[in-house]
């Protein structure tokens, strides 16, 4: 991926600025996404990594426009070539979907409808996006075209949803989103609920196509050793907040957030140092109410006074590293592990 | 999918025989006099077609004979006599009865899902919104109403205040009494004609996805539906009969609308639940995301997988033809086969009502049949499934 590192001095494809947005409800708002930063330049991957509840999905429906109805953005924005989605109005804001912006959707969801063939459904999103428009000949060709990419034969177009397999769908769907060339695909749970011999051959098909296309990708993910296999930079979210952010590798090897270190610390390491694996107890909290200070600080084993009263701010720690915690200084190297 | 349809074909031809046998024996267990009494006692029939009848039909002979010959004649398109229009041959008075239900009921069921389908589908998509609450209360209103009470006041305002659609009755004898053809030929003429016009256009359209360019797919399109109506409107405003057709139509106009007023609330409410279920699926999400406006998301995803529910809910409708038949053609003065049934099961005419009977069951099956056949073409998994 080191073609990739050159082009990233460019200015961001899409760049999200302190975006915040709550979820309002009866009891009143749940702040799912609070105060996140993230930048994606050409050619790069990102992931977003933590666990269920904590956002990912949400930024990722935030990029799209596609939050739930009760949805509210309170600040922030989201670049997309400069300019903001948020102000964007609906018409507008079809025309940049799949076009610019397209999504890889988790392999267990119903992505397909059922009633139509699988290349109706991709042809539906060409004959909208592709200008000039293409013949139906010629879309036939192209709907080809990205089945062999992705590993599929091109006669499966004319075939139903329920007559692939799990890995063929999940491979469809990766057609699906390269069909308008878009400049950025956001991954969500790529490969969950796939075998893992299926799930490798996705990842590496994911990452060759983006060599070979030359695409932004946003991985969206709760398993830290998928993120750690595909990207070149990373966020780690907890409860709506970005805690730590930087080169996936200097994350991977050295978190100093206690919160992906004990993530990390809870994930066997195949090729790492051996070590003794952690738990991480306890559940994130509920957002209609979040702690005060520091949203980890109920779960952190370094816990302070300071972190129950202040919000850490995402500091740089050098390298594009960025950490929001008092005490980042005191969290061991991974290796070592948390001493009981 | 030749499979599936083979199998369907083959059980309603054997529930037919056990609705068959059911019917004949329900006949015979009609309180009061035996068959034989009843021919003596029954003074439009002159003594040799009793005699012909008891030796013919066999009607002497144990009920278990009986049915075997009647089974017979059945199947070898021997109807009888009818013993209370004696004497009529009874296919003679379904070949005249039995268009006139079909064209009814087809006509409003037509009505019913279209109205309903649209109605569910909005309610639906604008859940919450302004109109929902105003159209589900009609709807259910309309739904629950005494059907024959809601019948009649609509005949009193429509046809009696107002004066706008004749009263009751399937035409107006004096219109017709030089007419160059009979009532039920121009009935299956307008009904030919509808059928072709509408199948020109849904056959047209469908063809048009192959073309290549959108705006080719939107000329085709937009010229079948002129040169489909057009046609229609051509071939009726120059044609000699129009009055005649004019006359079967208004008679149409009462019985269609209130047979879809009280039936398309139904149909809506489906279509409202089984879209709301279909909205939460995430190939809506998919769809959303891929950047189609609304209304494609709408009716190419949701409106269309939503189908699957509704076209089940057609399956029993069609049944109810039967039940619904005899109350409508008796409140509108619709001379089908539900009155037929019912003046022949009044008069005990048991050739007439057998076959009544035996008909409407053909009718009901048919239409399930159409809707299973239906029910495969529109769900790509139930073809699959029954093929392996």
Redesign the interface.
């Known amino acids: 991926m080191t073609d990739t590192r050159e082009l990233s001095n460019d200015a961001p494809i899409l760049d999200v600025r302190n975006l915040v947005m709550h979820y309002r409800t009866e009891k009143g708002d749940v702040s799912a996404i609070e105060d996140v930063s993230f930048s994606l330049k050409a050619g790069e991957s990102f992931g977003l990594v933590g666990e269920s509840g904590c956002g990912k999905t949400s930024v990722a429906m935030a990029l799209?426009q596609?939050q739930a109805e009760n949805a509210g953005f309170e600040g922030g924005e989201i670049l997309l070539n400069g300019k903001d989605l948020l102000l964007m109005g609906?018409?507008e804001m079809?025309?940049?979907?799949?076009?610019d912006i397209?999504?890889v959707?988790q392999g267990a969801?119903?992505?397909?409808?059922?009633?139509?063939k699988v290349g109706a459904?991709i042809k539906?999103?060409m004959?909208?996006?592709v200008k000039p428009?293409l013949?139906?000949?010629e879309s036939r060709e192209r709907i080809g075209q990205l089945f062999e990419m992705v590993g599929l034969d091109p006669k499966m177009m004319d075939r139903?949803p329920?007559?692939f397999s799990g890995g063929m769908r999940q491979r469809a769907v990766i057609a699906?989103a390269l069909s308008c060339d878009p400049q950025i695909i956001i991954a969500d749970e790529p490969t969950t609920a796939l075998d893992v011999i299926v799930q490798d051959q996705i990842l590496s098909e994911l990452k060759k196509i983006q060599r070979d296309l030359g695409m932004s990708i946003l991985y969206i993910s709760h398993d830290i050793a998928v993120i750690a296999e595909v990207t070149d930079r990373m966020g780690v979210m907890y409860a709506g907040k970005m805690v730590e952010t930087g080169p996936t590798i200097d994350i991977f090897h050295n978190p100093k957030h206690p919160y992906a270190f004990l993530l990390l610390s809870s994930t066997p390491s195949i090729t790492g140092p051996r070590r003794k694996l952690a738990p991480l107890e306890g559940e994130p909290p509920n957002l209609l109410d979040p702690p005060d200070g520091c949203r980890f600080h109920p779960r952190c084993p370094f816990v302070t006074d300071q972190c129950r009263t202040e919000e850490p701010p995402l500091a740089d720690i050098g390298a594009g590293h960025k950490v929001a915690c008092w005490n980042w200084e005191s969290v061991p190297p991974l290796s070592e592990g948390l001493r009981k | 999918m030749g499979r599936y349809v083979f199998k369907r074909f083959i059980q309603m031809v054997l529930l037919f025989l056990v609705f068959f046998a059911l019917s004949w024996i329900a006949l015979q267990a009609i309180p009061g006099n035996s068959i034989e009494q009843q021919l003596r006692l029954n003074p439009n029939l002159p003594p040799e077609a009793i005699t012909q009848a008891l030796e013919r039909r066999g009607l002497d002979k144990p009920p278990i004979e009986q049915f075997w010959i009647y089974t017979k004649d059945f199947f070898t398109g021997d109807l009888g006599v009818s013993w209370s229009r004696y004497p009529q041959p009874v296919s003679s008075l379904i070949a005249e009865r039995l268009p006139r239900t079909v064209m009814l009921f087809s006509v409003a069921l037509l009505f019913q899902y279209l109205v309903g389908f649209q109605a569910g589908k909005y309610l639906a998509w604008r859940r919450n919104k302004r109109g929902e609450m105003a159209i589900t209360i009609a709807g259910v209103s309309l739904f629950t109403v005494f059907y024959p009470w809601f019948g009649l006041m609509m005949i009193l305002l429509f046809a009696v205040k107002l004066g706008w659609v004749p009263t009751n009755g399937f035409i107006v004898e004096s219109i017709w009494r030089d007419a160059p053809l009979s009532a039920n030929r121009m009935m299956m003429t307008m009904f030919t004609s509808l059928m072709l016009v509408t199948a020109f256009i849904g056959l047209t359209v469908w063809a048009s996805a192959r073309l290549d360019r959108p705006s080719q797919r939107r000329m085709v399109k937009l010229g079948a539906w002129v040169a489909g109506i057009g046609a229609f409107f051509v071939y009726w405003l120059t044609n000699d009969n129009l009055v005649y057709a004019k006359d079967i139509a208004v008679h149409l106009v009462l019985p269609v609308s209130v047979l879809t007023m009280v039936g398309f609330a139904g149909v809506m409410l489906i279509t409202r639940t089984s879209m709301l279920e279909t909205m939460k699926e995430d190939f809506v999400l998919t769809a959303r995301a891929k950047g189609l406006t609304e209304a494609m998301v709408r009716d190419r995803h949701a409106a269309r997988t939503a189908l699957l529910p509704v076209s089940t809910s057609l399956v029993l409708a069609v049944a109810t033809v039967i039940d619904g038949g005899i109350i409508t053609e008796s409140i509108f003065g619709w001379p089908g086969m539900g009155q037929l049934l019912l003046a022949s099961v009044v008069a005990e005419d048991i050739p007439v009502a057998l076959a009544a009977f035996s008909f409407t069951g053909i009718l009901a099956l048919l239409g399930h049949f159409a809707a299973d056949v239906l029910y495969g073409v529109l769900d790509p998994r139930i073809r699959v499934t029954s093929q392996g």
């Open positions: 799209l596609l609906p018409s079809r025309s940049h979907r799949w076009n397209s999504m959707f969801m119903n992505a397909w409808n059922p009633v139509h459904q539906e999103a004959d909208l996006h428009q013949s139906h000949s139903y329920h007559e699906m």
